[in-house]
């Protein structure tokens, strides 16, 4: 199933699902012989955030296999009847021929022989003829094997509730699977079957939570038929392969299966819980179904009816915050970590999680010793804000592409002891791949491996986050299509003040790059590029390496995007590939960066008239190029269209008249002209600090100081 559902809001139409049932087919006190004992296991003594079953526990769960391995979960209802989610059967809206699957039964781990299990093959699928996709609701199937299990300790039936059985919201109910440990992170060997104790949510707390935007503006509604099971925090949750599987409830001494694992926005996010199938609104599409098999599915009457309707006020809205990324202020960073080896200086890294600490490899790690990695462990210690006494560490594990110089000089350190989570120390947040730091983002820089020692008192750290498109060209190859937002970048750059020392272009710092979001701080880059002196630095993106990170560590935290702006007017109206070169390598034309209004009018101190651009040329640069006195300012939109932007101020290679204020008079002097709608003029979010940094106005009109500011430009050395 798709990770991401990109949800069109507007198809979600709350309706009652036609073919599910509202506690109607058989009322509670029309008993029927109960001719099969559901729901009990006889104790013997994934799943995000869970851990290994005992064996014998879930005698009701079934693996489902396709092509040789396993796909989805399933519950055994009878011995001759399997339910579960309708979308592990369907490819492009057909139903998969059932001889393609067979179901296992008794197993507790799927790795080597499958002691005491056994096998059914599939003699028919069914699926509710209004099913079509899974936000739509409706998503179970019933499968009827070929021949009936072979009921024993490891093999029983789970209750099915009645359409009239309420679950009372809050209540802790177990959701089991061989699914995915976090998104995109199978389980590993020896597959033994994960359980996770997940909290029922009432509708429209469920409701409240998917109305959350989150990346990309994705919201859901919960339909009728569908039920949530989660913590709004996240970080317990199913994942993909546990599809079909059950969510059960104990009462009573018996398991009902409240729902069967369905979808959700990827797995153990923030404010996005589980979507389950609600079983009960089902009883009698299943009866159906089922109808004369015998023993078929026990649904046996609710032990104890809840006494008070479990319906709960609709203004129940309580959404989780990020616990990771708080700091104090900018510089007091409650995660920062140091990293105390025997011999050699502090190495600076962040907590991640209660338990892991990312630091560069290249600390403990060194080029002459082979890359063997260090085994005295004992002697580190991490040195952690407010904790009393140093920790200590447990295991260090090494970027499998860990070098000298890269993009994945990176490390994990374990800690002996899982610190306390407070104020401080608190981890930081870290992006997930799909990450987009917008452009403006505000940034700081935080010390990183073995650092310079600390900056001088005047030093700048704040640093602005440029367009994508201008780091990537920058730093990229000529003619390369340029990510676009939501696929990882391969470089960050930040616009920063560097300290003027002359010929210090900080060679030796190692630099973190700390990008803000609604309040929250994440680690967005590490280390800039060894380039010298060229402007912007880079910095290598932390976003690819989440689903390293989050592997190792099971539960560092991995936090959603928390500012967007995907209106027709942002990033996107920028060119998608590096530009073009004439053929003899000799630039056409000079790029040049468009400074955001805010460094624009910090740097001329607010005596531009409105709508004035402000552009910077790399330093030494600014005559390279064959240019006309009153170059125009042309800018490429997404389709490819190159719109003029703005006319050079006469006097000024630096400032352009924006065209877009003059459209009016334009068109009514040439008839002919073309006007874009609105798509060819730059477009900066909005928010931040209007405050000019102190060394920013100094700068004005010394193009020696303009180039501190280091916006550029030249793609190629021609
Ligand atoms: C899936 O892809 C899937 N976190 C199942 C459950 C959830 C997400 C995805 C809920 O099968």
């Keep these: 199933m798709a990770r991401h559902l990109l949800l069109p809001v507007v198809m979600l139409v709350l309706s009652p699902i036609p073919g599910a049932f509202q506690d109607s087919a058989l009322s509670p006190t029309q008993e029927e012989p109960e001719d099969l004992d559901c729901g009990r296991f006889e104790p013997s003594t994934r799943i995000v955030g869970g851990s290994d079953a005992q064996p014998g526990t879930w005698p009701w769960q079934v693996s489902l296999h396709h092509g040789g391995g396993h796909i989805c979960g399933g519950s055994l209802i009878a011995p001759s009847w399997v339910l579960s989610a309708a979308h592990c059967?369907?490819?492009?809206?057909?139903?998969?021929?059932?001889?393609?699957?067979?179901?296992?039964?008794?197993?507790?781990?799927?790795?080597?022989?499958?002691d005491g299990a056994h096998t059914r093959a599939v003699a028919a699928i069914v699926v509710p003829v209004n099913y079509s996709q899974v936000e739509l609701g409706a998503d179970l199937a019933l499968l009827h094997l070929?021949?009936?299990?072979?009921?024993?300790?490891?093999?029983?039936?789970?209750?099915?509730?009645?359409?009239?059985?309420?679950?009372?919201?809050?209540?802790?109910?177990?959701?089991?699977?061989?699914?995915?440990?976090?998104?995109?992170?199978?389980?590993?060997?020896?597959?033994?079957?994960?359980?996770?104790?997940?909290?029922?949510?009432?509708?429209?707390?469920?409701?409240?939570?998917?109305?959350?935007?989150?990346?990309?503006?994705?919201?859901?509604?919960?339909?009728?038929?569908?039920?949530?099971a989660g913590y709004p925090e996240g970080r317990r949750d199913t994942c993909q392969g546990d599809s079909g599987g059950p969510l059960v409830c104990e009462e009573g001494g018996r398991w009902f299966q409240a729902g069967i694992t369905s979808f959700g926005f990827g797995c153990g996010r923030r404010n996005r819980p589980g979507v389950f199938t609600a079983v009960a609104?089902?009883?009698?599409?299943?009866?159906?179904?089922?109808?004369?098999?015998?023993?078929?599915?026990?649904?046996?009457t609710q032990p104890q009816k809840p006494q008070s309707d479990p319906q709960e006020p609709r203004e129940n809205c309580t959404i989780a915050l990020p616990?990771?990324?708080?700091?104090?202020?900018?510089?007091?960073?409650?995660?920062?970590?140091?990293?105390?080896?025997?011999?050699?200086?502090?190495?600076?890294?962040?907590?991640?999680?209660?338990?892991?600490?990312?630091?560069?490899?290249?600390?403990?790690?060194?080029?002459?010793?082979?890359?063997?990695?260090?085994?005295?462990?004992?002697?580190?210690?991490?040195?952690?804000?407010?904790?009393?006494?140093?920790?200590?560490?447990?295991?260090?594990?090494?970027?499998?592409?860990?070098?000298?110089?890269?993009?994945?000089?990176?490390?994990?350190?374990?800690?002996?002891?899982?610190?306390?989570?407070?104020?401080?120390?608190?981890?930081?947040?870290?992006?997930?791949p799909e990450h987009y730091f917008l452009p403006g983002s505000r940034c700081r820089l935080a010390r990183w491996g073995r650092g310079?020692?600390?900056?001088?008192?005047?030093?700048?750290?704040?640093?602005?986050?440029?367009?994508?498109?201008?780091?990537?060209?920058?730093?990229?190859?000529?003619?390369?299509?340029?990510?676009?937002?939501?696929?990882?970048?391969?470089?960050?750059?930040?616009?920063?003040?560097?300290?003027?020392?002359?010929g210090s272009c900080w060679n030796d710092s190692r630099w973190s790059l700390l990008c803000q979001e609604e309040g929250t701080w994440f680690l967005a880059g590490i280390r800039d590029f060894p380039s010298d002196c060229l402007r912007p630095r880079a910095f290598f993106p932390v976003q690819t390496h989440g689903p390293w990170i989050s592997h190792v560590t099971r539960g560092a935290y991995l936090e959603d995007q928390l500012t967007w702006d995907w209106g027709p007017d942002g990033e996107e109206t920028e060119t998608q590939t590096c530009p073009p070169y004439t053929q003899h390598g000799v630039p056409v034309a000079a790029a040049v960066s468009i400074l955001t209004p805010r460094i624009c009018h910090c740097l001329y101190q607010g005596i531009l008239p409105p709508g004035t651009l402000c552009v910077l040329y790399a330093e030494g640069q600014e005559n390279r190029c064959e240019m006309t006195s009153a170059p125009p300012l042309l800018c490429q939109t997404t389709e490819g269209s190159w719109v003029l932007v703005g006319m050079a101020v006469q006097g000024s290679r630096e400032l352009f008249a924006a065209i877009g204020p003059e459209e009016a008079w334009i068109s009514q002097t040439v008839g002919e002209a073309h006007f874009l709608p609105s798509s060819g003029s730059p477009h900066w979010p909005t928010g931040g600090s209007n405050l000019c940094p102190p060394e920013l106005a100094k700068a004005s009109g010394s193009p020696r100081a303009v180039h501190f500011l280091l916006l550029l430009t030249l793609l190629i050395q021609s």
């Design 89 to 114: 059967f369907m490819t492009n809206g057909t139903l998969e021929p059932a001889a393609e699957w067979s179901v296992l039964l008794g197993v507790h781990s799927q790795d080597g022989p499958l």
């Design 146 to 228: 070929a021949s009936p299990a072979s009921l024993g300790p490891a093999v029983r039936p789970v209750c099915l509730p009645r359409a009239s059985h309420r679950f009372v919201h809050g209540t802790a109910c177990w959701a089991t699977g061989w699914g995915d440990v976090q998104e995109a992170d199978p389980l590993p060997l020896p597959w033994v079957l994960q359980e996770v104790e997940l909290r029922l949510l009432g509708e429209a707390t469920c409701q409240c939570l998917y109305s959350q935007p989150g990346p990309f503006n994705l919201t859901l509604q919960i339909l009728p038929g569908m039920l949530c």
């Design 281 to 300: 609104t089902y009883e009698a599409w299943i009866r159906e179904q089922v109808m004369g098999s015998e023993p078929g599915p026990a649904f046996p």
């Design 323 to 432: 616990e990771c990324g708080k700091a104090p202020r900018p510089g007091a960073w409650p995660w920062e970590a140091q990293v105390m080896v025997p011999g050699s200086r502090p190495c600076h890294g962040a907590l991640v999680s209660e338990s892991w600490v990312l630091a560069p490899a290249s600390c403990f790690l060194h080029p002459s010793s082979s890359d063997s990695p260090p085994r005295d462990l004992d002697a580190w210690r991490v040195l952690l804000p407010s904790r009393p006494r140093a920790e200590r560490v447990a295991r260090l594990v090494q970027h499998e592409n860990a070098s000298w110089e890269d993009a994945s000089d990176l490390a994990l350190l374990q800690l002996r002891t899982p610190v306390n989570l407070s104020a401080a120390p608190r981890p930081v947040c870290l992006p997930h």
């Design 452 to 502: 310079e020692p600390a900056l001088g008192p005047g030093a700048l750290l704040e640093a602005e986050l440029l367009g994508g498109w201008w780091c990537h060209c920058l730093y990229g190859r000529q003619g390369a299509a340029v990510p676009l937002p939501g696929d990882p970048p391969h470089a960050l750059c930040p616009a920063y003040q560097e300290e003027e020392e002359a």
